[in-house]
């Protein structure tokens, strides 16, 4: 299977969420499945796909031109795929995977996030949506998009797309879960059995 990573790229963040971004591309390389993410060597995607790597997993990098420059794309990528744009790399991401987990991040996190939901209600993108909530990181979003609910601004059924983990191996499970089984956008406890 295919997990495409979504996270910031941002290297001046604390030390934890380096650790459990690494510990998420470990977990989900030695459960025999391949990270798809943005390309870039720092930040929380790099650190996911280093762990992928280090664990012996395959590693696919999706990057528009523009980003090919030294220093800013992973070199140890099992493939590199350049893009015309980041519209493109969106695309190209989507179509390869299988499943979709957001680590914490900035706007470029939350436009993938939210073009990834949008699509999935639309029904144009199959595969389960995770929020890896370290340290708390989505809480606030996740009451957000509960009180747009509760308002009327968001269907429930939209909110039923959404599994939130605070934990790699939460994240994990629940990737790999069905969505008939996977409840809605609370936490899922059943992910820590």
């Known amino acids: 299977m295919n997990i495409c990573i979504f996270g910031a790229s941002s290297s001046r963040l604390d030390q934890i969420f380096y650790q459990e971004s690494e510990k998420t591309?470990?977990?989900?390389?030695?459960?025999?499945?391949?990270?798809?993410?943005?390309?870039?060597?720092?930040?929380?995607?790099?650190?996911?796909?280093?762990?992928?790597?280090?664990?012996?997993g395959r590693i696919i990098g999706i990057a528009p031109k523009i980003f090919d420059e030294p220093g800013i794309l992973l070199q140890d990528c099992d493939e590199l795929i350049l893009t015309d744009s980041l519209s493109a790399r969106k695309e190209?991401?989507?179509?390869?995977?299988?499943s979709f987990l957001a680590?914490?991040?900035?706007?470029?996190?939350?436009?993938?996030?939210?073009?990834?939901?949008?699509l999935r209600?639309?029904?144009l993108l199959q595969g389960p949506l995770v929020l890896l909530n370290t340290r708390g990181f989505y809480s606030p979003l996740v009451a957000f998009l509960e009180n747009m609910a509760e308002q009327g601004f968001l269907s429930h059924n939209c909110l039923s797309l959404l599994r939130v983990c605070d934990t790699p191996a939460q994240a994990l499970k629940a990737l790999l879960l069905p969505d008939h089984l996977a409840g809605s956008i609370r936490r899922l406890e059943d992910y820590t059995r």
């Open 25 to 56: 591309g470990r977990l989900i390389a030695e459960a025999g499945h391949c990270v798809v993410f943005g390309g870039g060597s720092d930040g929380l995607m790099g650190a996911c796909a280093r762990g992928a790597k280090a664990a012996g």
């Open 92 to 98: 190209k991401m989507f179509s390869m995977s299988n």
């Open 103 to 118: 680590l914490p991040g900035g706007i470029g996190t939350m436009d993938e996030f939210f073009e990834a939901i949008t």
């Open 121 to 123: 209600q639309l029904g």
